[in-house]
């Protein structure tokens, strides 16, 4: 929340151009506080009728509302799950990997990786969430300041590597037998299909976390088309896996794709697990 000496290092900054691009942070800012508290609301008062026993009029008349107002509120505002992302703005990172064209270094992003961030930011738009992008190269150690969704294995960048760290409920490893995925919950591990036997089928983790007062969320699949089966399976799926009482959620999902590495289904797995406040 912006302070009235950030108003006034706004309102007294000499360089315009600075000025405006502060001025439509904070304004982006804002918006996104606004439909998180009409979703507050909305939940308050699903609330008040289903632990209070009040009936919508009675939740109108102490709120000062019509009861027209507030069946208004119940339809128009965001659904609860939109807390699964944080207040907003989000920032999406993906990978940044680094191909060779014409004998030169050229830096891009893997089509799955695109599909993924594109799964993610129609979704987050349905939950009137504002969304950045940004990149994360092979040397990217941190996460970004303030709610964001990391999309990125373990072998991509350390950034992963150390959310994983943090981990108790599922985690990454190597061996001879290639990437898998361990489920610490059930003593199991989860290899893909792809790379054992070839089947189109490919497996992704996907863990919602706490951390800082904001939400991170970290998509990783064994290759990139498993993280485009976990945004997949979130763009329709969210309510599943979203729980307000938990400070750590993690669940596999498993995908299937076409010759051309399109996703055309997803499922859980195993999960969701939850750790909670």
């Not at 609860?80 to 207040?87: K, L, N, W, Y």
Request: aromatic share 6%; net charge negative.
């Amino acid at each position: 929340m912006a302070t009235e000496d950030e108003f006034d290092a706004i309102r007294n900054d000499p360089d315009p151009i600075r000025r405006g691009l502060r001025a439509g942070e904070l304004i982006a800012v804002y918006q996104q506080r606004s439909t998180e508290l009409a979703r507050l609301r909305k939940a308050a008062i699903e609330q008040a009728n289903r632990d209070l026993g009040l009936s919508f009029s009675e939740i109108g008349e102490r709120l000062g509302l019509t009861k027209g107002r507030i069946s208004q509120i119940r339809t128009s505002a965001p659904a609860p799950e939109r807390a699964f992302f944080g207040v907003g703005p989000v920032a999406i990172g993906v990978p940044r990997r680094i191909g060779h064209e014409e004998g030169r270094e050229r830096a891009y992003v893997d089509a799955n990786d695109e599909a993924t961030r594109t799964y993610l930011q129609r979704k987050l738009g349905e939950l009137a969430l504002t969304t950045t992008e940004f990149g994360i190269s092979p040397d990217t150690e941190n996460v970004p300041s303030g709610d964001c969704i990391i999309v990125c294995g373990p072998k991509s960048a350390p950034v992963a590597r150390r959310l994983l760290a943090d981990d108790p409920l599922l985690a990454f490893d190597r061996t001879e037998a290639g990437w898998s995925i361990i489920d610490n919950r059930r003593e199991g591990r989860h290899f893909s299909p792809y790379r054992t036997d070839g089947t189109r089928k490919d497996i992704g983790y996907l863990s919602r976390r706490i951390a800082d007062k904001r939400v991170i969320v970290h998509i990783a699949g064994v290759t990139a088309v498993g993280s485009e089966g976990v945004a997949h399976w979130l763009s329709t799926n969210l309510s599943t896996v979203y729980d307000p009482a938990a400070e750590l959620t993690d669940c596999i999902i498993e995908c299937e794709f076409d010759q051309d590495l399109i996703v055309t289904g997803s499922q859980l797995l195993a999960g969701p697990y939850s750790v909670l406040v």
